[in-house]
Structures are given as C-alpha cells and as structure tokens.
C-alpha cells in the first residue's frame, strides 16, 4: 500500500500505512471508539446498563443494535466488553481512507417491463458537450442520455467529504442538494471541507444536473424528482472511521436514500458494520463502494467494499495508453484492487467532474477537475442503480444488485473473476432489460439480520437465490416443537447447496457447530432432524458452488 497522507488534524493514529500493516484503530484525544453490537435493537436504559460501566454509551445505528463507547484502546477494556450481558459483538472502529488515486506524470413474480423513457434532449453542459466526459460515451460505456429519461429518481447520498452547496453545478433554487448532515459535528450540514474536493467530485459524477454548465452526472439530480444527499463521513485529509460511515449510513437511509456511495475503504472487518449494511439493505437501500487503489502492491480486501450485501466497484481506463496504470485502452487500471470484492468495473480514469473553487489539484478551469482512482468509478455505478430504480418502481436492492451484476459486459475470463468480476457495468442493458425476480428474503445472511422476521411455520416452500460469491448464505428462521421431526430438502439446477439446522437460543451461525448438517453438497440436500426444544429454530441454506435460483421446501412430522 502506498504511504498514507500526514497526521490528520482530529488525531486518527499517525504512523503511515504499508502494504504489511494491520488495521488502524481510529483514535482522538488518546480515546479509541468501542462499537458494541447487541442481539436485537435494545433501549437506552438496557445499553446503559450493560455497559455503562466502561464509559457513556451513544447510539450510532440503534436499529440495528448498535452502540458506542469511547475509551483508552486497550484489549483488555474489548475482552471485557465482550463479557458483558447481552453484548453479541465489540469491534474497534477503524481507519478508512478515500479511494482517490494521486494522478501520475502521464495521467418474486416475473417482473414487470421497465417504465419507458421519455425523451431528453442533448445537454450542452461544457464538458459534456464537447466530448471531455469519455466516460458518458461510446466506446467506453453504453450510457446514453435517453437512459436519463425515467420518472422520478431516489435519492442518491453521497457518503464523503461533503458537496461544497456554493458551486454553480450545486447551488440556486434548482439546486438537488437535499437534507445534509455531518458524522464528525453532528449538524446538519455538510459543507466539502476537503482539501481535495473529493465530495464535490465524486458528486459529479454520480449527479450533477443538467444545466448547461460543467459536466453531466450519470444520474442528473433534479430539485424535488432526483435529489442528492452530502453526508460529511470524512476529515479534511479524507480519512473515515467505522463510526462516521456508520452513523452516515443511518442518516442516509432514515432520510430517504435508497442508493448509497462510499468512495473509500481500508483493511478490517468489523461486524457492526456487517449488521448495518444489513439493516441498510432491508430497509431499501443498496450500497455501492470502491475497491481500493492497491492493485499493485497487495491488493487487499477493503472494507466496506468486503461486505456482504454491497455492491464492489473497480475502474476501468480511458481510451488513452499511459504507464504504468492504464496499457490498455478501456481496459481495467492496473492500480484497481484484484480480489473477491470486485463485483464490477466501471470508468475511474482520468475522470473530470466538479470540485470547490480553491481546488488546484488536477484543474481544468475554475471548478472542475481530474481525478482517478476507484474513488471515480463507484459513483458511476451509484448512479446507475439510481436509474434502474426509477426504471422499475418497487424494484428492492437485491434486484438491482442482481440486475447490475447479471447485465454487465464479461471483460476477463468467461463469467466471474477476481480482477473485473462480473464485468464493466452496462447502463443500458441495467436500465432497459427486465429485473431479475426478487428475493423477498434478504437480507438473511446471520440470525440478528432476521431477528424481527416471522418464523415460518411448515409445511412450507419458500423460492429464493444464492451465490457462492456474493450472497453464500441464507437463513430462514422455523418454528418447531420438541419431539418434532423436521424435514428439510432444497433443489437448484445450477448451485450446489448444504442445509444445516440450528436449535432455539442459537444467537449467530458464525460461530458453533450447527445440531445437524448434510454431509456433502449437491443440487438437491436433503436434511431430517428431531427437535429437542421448542422454538424458533433456523434451518440454513449454504452455497458451496454456483450461483442462482433454489426452492426450499419445508415439512414437520411427529
């Protein structure tokens, strides 16, 4: 990994990165920041008294039970968190960084249709207009401004540095900008205080309207039918913490977003963070986030990028050749991170959008700017998602993670791969091709995600999809009754699938053995277990191969 900027100014641990350093615990005024995770979604009072002892709790995504404690970072004080009643989890919260690359010397029923579009005339926007967007045209991607033609949008929000709300692209009675808020003050404003203009960038490229000046967003925003939500997560230096993208993605999601960008990332997982995406994701919204910039060091996974349930971005190349990142034209950038979290590829090259006035860095006229990085590309793919909901109203996230994922262009070897994964995203096929059918059941990847979803109570038969890469495990919860046989069976014609049955009391299939498991995987598992509790049991359904559509069908007997 490259060296890391300097210090940051609210004291995040100063050492510099390298490709062999372990997670970073975000600290200020010698305080480290415990997220503490609890099974279901307990009060105040319940928080308090189970770990009031080691500091004063403070929400940070309560829907999700999720609680913070600011304390000395030492093991010890998380060792003994995680002894306390009630606690399911305690994580320091970590370092994450911009994913904005410093520019080199070179540079369930079958879906309805979607809605179709009406027409939009050609905008005359600067940079648009004279073809300086490569990004907006052929060859490099099908986007078209027809595609812009939909009923209303989502609200995009922009998880970063802020939107400098004074810019022309940004500011007037028409601006887009809505419901602002910062993670680090607490306000509601979120002002790119940046010394890059990162926000303001990566904006841009998600939304900046067509007004005829500047540039053209992938998904222009629009007073009152496409609106765009700052939500300040980062420092001047474009540093973040776990703490910060959380408490941003619950503001994000209870004001109405239901598309989500993070253009950063580091190394460490935390499952907090998992839950929240997971709450984030049944609540309507999808995430999309970048990879990270270290494709040619060490390329690790990052996070949040690493989650289950978000949507992977890496950056494709302009059409120019420049050493060392780009050789190929339109080909995948050498710097873009090559592991399981790449789910598409989208332009992250040479890639000019609005940024604050004071800006210097990569200038190309008072106002806009070039940057690349992976930082680049995720806001394109946002704003495709943004299109493909207004194309298909009450359309959920996992369709149209599916639907990016399934339309996009192979760029490697044939189907899924480390380096382009699916392939480099097409927003005409996303936007104009049916959805894929909906999986009513996600997300329900560990027990807490399902902990307020009724018990199924068989017989029953449930349809729904699974992939070995993105989407491995399902969990259903099931009512039973001791002395009962349960009988479990599933069947898909392209995954190959375990069951597993876990007993009433069980808090997280991460951990533990399950109470009785099929020995190996195949199209068609089937699994008999008596139960010795009475209920709510889980029967999971995990995918060892393949990726696709399964029934599970449910039977009970005496």
Wanted: hydrophobic share 40%; with cysteine; aromatic share 6%.
């Amino acid at each position: 990994m490259r060296a890391l900027a300097a210090a940051l100014a609210v004291a995040l641990l100063p050492a510099a990165a390298t490709a062999a350093d372990p997670p970073r615990v975000a600290t200020a005024d010698g305080l480290g920041t415990l997220l503490v995770s609890f099974p279901g979604a307990p009060d105040a009072g319940e928080v308090h008294a189970a770990i009031g002892r080691f500091g004063e709790p403070r929400a940070v995504a309560p829907e999700a039970g999720i609680w913070s404690v600011r304390a000395p970072a030492d093991a010890g004080l998380r060792d003994r968190v995680l002894r306390a009643p009630g606690v399911r989890s305690a994580e320091w919260s970590l370092v994450r960084r911009v994913d904005e690359r410093a520019r080199q010397a070179q540079a369930p029923a079958a879906p309805a249709a979607p809605l179709p579009l009406t027409p939009v005339g050609p905008p005359t926007d600067e940079y648009y207009a004279n073809g300086r967007q490569w990004s907006l045209f052929p060859p490099a991607t099908t986007w078209g401004v027809d595609l812009t033609g939909t009923p209303a949008r989502p609200r995009i929000a922009i998880l970063d540095s802020g939107i400098d709300s004074t810019h022309p692209e940004w500011s007037g009675p028409a601006s887009p900008l809505v419901a602002p808020y910062s993670a680090w003050t607490r306000r509601q404003s979120a002002e790119d205080w940046g010394r890059t203009g990162h926000g303001t960038h990566v904006a841009g490229i998600a939304a900046a309207p067509i007004n005829g000046i500047g540039v053209v967003g992938v998904a222009p925003g629009a007073r009152g039918v496409a609106e765009v939500m700052p939500v300040q997560i980062s420092d001047r230096d474009g540093y973040s913490t776990d703490e910060t993208m959380i408490r941003g993605i619950r503001w994000a999601v209870r004001n109405g977003a239901k598309v989500v960008n993070i253009s950063a990332g580091g190394v460490g997982s935390s499952p907090a963070f998992q839950r929240v995406v997971d709450w984030a994701f049944s609540s309507g919204a999808l995430t999309v986030v970048s990879v990270g910039n270290d494709g040619q060091d060490y390329g690790a996974v990052n996070y949040p990028a690493g989650y289950r349930g978000v949507l992977g971005v890496a950056a494709q190349c302009s059409g120019a050749v420049t050493a060392p990142d780009c050789p190929t034209p339109y080909g995948l950038a050498r710097f873009s991170n090559r592991n399981p979290s790449v789910d598409v590829v989208a332009p992250g090259a040479d890639i000019i959008s609005s940024v604050p006035p004071w800006v210097r860095q990569g200038m190309v006229s008072p106002g806009y700017a070039v940057k690349e990085g992976t930082s680049m590309a995720a806001p394109f793919v946002a704003g495709v998602a943004a299109l493909v909901f207004a194309a298909n109203p009450g359309a959920t996230p996992s369709q149209v993670l599916r639907q990016i994922k399934n339309t996009a262009t192979d760029m490697g070897p044939r189907g899924r791969d480390a380096s382009t994964g699916h392939g480099l995203v097409n927003p005409r096929a996303a936007v104009t091709l049916p959805l894929p059918v909906d999986d009513p059941h996600e997300a329900n990847s560990d027990i807490a995600a399902v902990r307020r979803v009724a018990a199924i109570v068989p017989p029953a038969t449930l349809s729904a999809f699974i992939d070995v890469d993105d989407d491995p495990v399902d969990v259903y919860p099931v009512t039973v009754r001791a002395g009962q046989v349960l009988r479990m069976s599933a069947r898909s014609s392209s995954a190959r699938l375990r069951i597993s049955y876990w007993p009433p009391g069980t808090r997280t299939i991460t951990s533990g053995r399950p109470a009785a498991t099929t020995r190996r995987a195949s199209g068609a598992p089937s699994l008999a277990v008596t139960a010795s509790r009475s209920g709510r049991g889980y029967v999971v359904v995990r995918a060892a191969a393949g990726r696709g559509a399964y029934r599970l069908i449910l039977r009970r007997s005496r």
